[in-house]
């Protein structure tokens, strides 16, 4: 168990830290009047919605509602308790917690039997990697890895293992240390037969590849066959802690490198990412035989802006290439894209021409993303030909159009002039009128892919007037704690009517009793729940002015009164109908009279 941080800790971390410095560090933050604006690393945006208050410690999203203080954005994005957030910030500005640290890692507290898969996992990854580097057993699969460039200390570094050939050794291996066979097979590891309900292994006489998630936990295995076996690379299938769509392989060991270098390299498989790191390219990462995702863009975008591509040089792959590459464009990345000769794949082409060469021949000789697509487009055209040429200069005028920046469109029309002896003036002409035939073809359909860092943040959504009123009177309690004794004064017992807004409420009068000065962030600490965290948080950016004045209170309780009042008018006018069909009409004549009043207090 967890030993706990005392309160004063927290509240000495709390004042320490700046939120803008520790969010700076996943995402690029940029000042516009007295807030932060950024993209946001919770959902994949093109347009900053992001913003970050260095006055009220606490950040928020308009684009997905994510919001809340210092503490809640790191328990968020790494996916980590309240404990291990206080540590890191601890840590950060130098603050003896006083604590055994040890006894408080582990991260989230995990239901019991996600932990055990995890641990599961963990077990084995150490067994395959042991019996593959110690073993008789391992030593025809060591070799084969030998023969085919992998060195040992690459094996170490990604925790390579053997599998035996063996039907049932894990199954053993596992049940020997009481993990359930039901939720051993959840995770994948082994399989049930349908005949008689008992296991067997998923992964037999292979080369087993460890997949880690983003804290460096083992999560799932891809096995290359290591005889004809198909199929040639078998994967764990989605668990419970493995989702494709979220992890990106070695994503764990490239962070430091990435932040380094300023950019990732995007490979399409995790061999050719182990095969890059042999050749000193650190840098690599691969999503586990899926499409990019976009939250596998939200993943990168805390770290880098730039992206290399580098997928196999033949058809398929360029084709992947063009498609993650756009993707990556539209969410506002600068992209490069790393190309091979002669159709190979990384892997191969640095088991064929050398780690150097590699580095520095296609990795450092990367195209602009524009000049991928002058290759791109070219394919499959026989340029000699008037048609073709003149299809692919349209094509190329139709990709300048897209970019943002003069001086680019300039360079690029000049290129195309020069290859095929244009005349530069024409170009330009055909290129504005192919930028306002697209621009009108898709005016008011979509967004263009690049805009300025210019946030708007949408008017207050129309709102019912109670809500607004009930939103406005929290962001006057949010700042002064007499505001809060006055509006239970003026409500008399009645509450506010969503039940979201009340919870706030009654959480500030109980952070109030023990904290005489208002404190967003330390209330946000305060409060438990994490939609109620965001809601804080979204009003919390609303402008208000500075001072309530009388009127616009009583204003305010009354919106929120009158709500009631106009429920109950509706209920009566229901229950008015219903008399009126009965023909009971001196009932019909009480009721309206009811409504009456009530519409007077109105
Ligand atoms: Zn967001």
């Known amino acids: 168990m967890a030993e706990l941080i005392a309160e004063e800790k927290i509240d000495q971390i709390r004042q320490a830290v700046d939120i803008v410095e520790v969010i700076s560090d996943y995402v690029q933050l940029k000042k516009q009047g007295r807030n932060y604006f950024g993209l946001c690393p919770f959902h994949g ?175 799932a295995f891809s096995g290359r066959s290591l005889g004809a076996d198909e199929p040639k690379y078998l994967n764990s299938p989605e668990t419970a802690i493995f989702n494709k769509s979220k992890i990106l392989y070695n994503y764990h060991l490239a962070k430091p490198s990435i932040k380094k270098l300023q950019y990732a390299i995007l490979f399409e498989g995790f061999a050719d990412v182990i095969a890059a790191d042999r050749a000193g390219v650190e840098n690599g990462i691969a999503t586990m035989g899926t499409a990019l995702t976009d939250e596998h863009i939200a993943l990168l975008r805390q770290n880098v802006q730039t992206i290399t591509i580098c997928y196999d040089s033949d058809k398929a792959g360029i084709e992947a290439a063009y498609r993650a590459g756009n993707h990556l464009q539209e969410a506002g990345f600068q992209i490069k894209v790393a190309m091979m000769t002669d159709g190979l794949d990384p892997d191969e082409y640095i088991q064929k021409n050398g780690t150097d060469k590699f580095r520095n021949e296609v990795i450092g000789a990367s195209l602009t993303w524009m000049a991928f ?18 299809a692919y200069i349209e094509q190329i005028i139709k990709e300048i159009s897209k970019l943002d920046k003069a001086v680019e469109r300039d360079h690029y029309l000049r290129q195309l002039a020069s290859e095929f002896s244009l005349s530069l003036e024409a170009l330009k002409q055909q290129q504005k009128q192919i930028y306002f035939a697209e621009k009108r073809k898709s005016y008011g359909l979509k967004e263009p892919a690049h805009k300025p860092m210019l946030v708007v943040k949408p008017a207050e959504e129309l709102k019912p007037a109670y809500i607004t009123a009930e939103r406005r009177l929290i962001a006057h309690m949010l700042k002064n704690r007499e505001v809060v004794y006055k509006v239970q004064e003026l409500l008399a017992g009645q509450t506010f009517n969503t039940d979201e807004h009340q919870a706030i409420i009654t959480y500030l009068l109980g952070f109030f009793e023990d904290h005489t000065e208002p404190d967003t962030s330390a209330f946000l600490t305060y409060i438990q729940d994490d939609n109620l965290r965001r809601m804080v948080a979204d009003i919390e950016m609303m402008s208000i002015n500075d001072e309530l004045t009388n009127q616009e209170l009583t204003d305010y309780i009354k919106q929120v009164c009158n709500y009631q009042k106009l429920l109950k008018i509706k209920e009566k006018e229901v229950e008015l109908k219903e008399v009126e069909r009965e023909k009971n009409f001196s009932k019909a004549a009480v009721i309206a009279n009811e409504i009456n009043h009530l519409r007077k207090l109105l």
């Not at 291996?173 to 296991?199: C, H, N, Q, V």
């Not at 697509?373 to 003149?390: A, P, S």
């Open 373 to 390: 697509k002058f290759l791109y487009f070219r394919r499959g055209k026989n340029l000699q030909l008037e048609g073709d040429q003149l």
């Open 45 to 219: 945006e093109s347009t900053p919605s992001f913003s970050v208050s260095p006055d009220k410690q606490i950040f928020h999203c308009f684009g997905c509602g994510a919001g809340g203080n210092v503490f809640s954005f790191l328990m968020e994005l790494e996916g980590i308790s309240f404990q291990e957030a206080a540590i890191k910030l601890a840590a950060k500005v130098n603050i003896e917690l006083g604590i055994n640290i040890s006894s408080s890692k582990g991260g989230k507290k995990l239901s019991k039997e996600l932990q055990a898969m995890l641990d599961a996992h963990e077990l084995l990854r150490k067994f395959y990697h042991h019996l593959l580097v110690n073993t008789k057993e391992g030593q025809h699969a060591l070799e084969y890895l030998l023969n085919r460039g992998f060195t040992q200390e690459s094996i170490d570094k990604f925790q390579i293992g053997y599998s035996l050939n063996s039907w049932d050794f894990v199954y053993k291996f596992l049940t020997k240390r009481d993990f359930s066979p039901e939720w051993m097979e959840k995770a994948g590891l082994i399989i049930k037969r349908e005949r008689d309900g008992t296991y067997f292994d998923r992964f037999r006489e292979r080369i087993m590849f460890p997949i880690f998630d983003r804290h460096g936990n083992t999560i």
